[in-house]
C-alpha cells in the first residue's frame, strides 16, 4: 500500500477524511489538504480563566485539543525541582 498523507491526518477515520466527508485512501492524487498540518504542533498557553468555584485555571491547547489545570498545580510543581511527577484529585 502507498504512503498518502491523510494516514496521520486528524480527520483521518479509517480512510474517511471527516472534514471533507470523502473517502480519501482510496484517491490517486492526494494534495496536503488545510487540515492536514504538516508545519508541527501549536502549543498555547493561556491563564485567566476561572472555575466554577473560583480557583484560577490554566488553559493548555495543542492544536485542537484543550484542558485546564489550576494554576497553583502547575506553579507548586515548577517550584519543587524534586518532583518528578504529581497527582492531584480534582473536584467533581
Known amino acids: 500500500m ?4 491523510c494516514e ?10 471527516k ?11 492526494i494534495q496536503e489538504c488545510d487540515s492536514y498540518k504538516k508545519a508541527g504542533t501549536t502549543l498555547i498557553l493561556e491563564r485567566g480563566i ?3 468555584y473560583g ?13 485546564e489545570v489550576p494554576v497553583y498545580v502547575v506553579e507548586n510543581f515548577i517550584k519543587n525541582e524534586k518532583n518528578k511527577s504529581i497527582e492531584v484529585k480534582m473536584p467533581v
Open 50 to 52: 476561572r472555575d466554577y
Open 8 to 17: 496521520e491526518c486528524k480527520s483521518n477515520n479509517n480512510g474517511w477524511c
Open 55 to 67: 480557583t484560577e485555571m490554566m488553559a493548555i491547547k495543542i492544536n485542537d485539543e484543550v484542558f
Open 2 to 5: 502507498s504512503k498518502y498523507l
Open 19 to 29: 472534514t471533507k466527508k470523502m473517502n480519501g485512501l482510496k484517491q490517486k492524487n
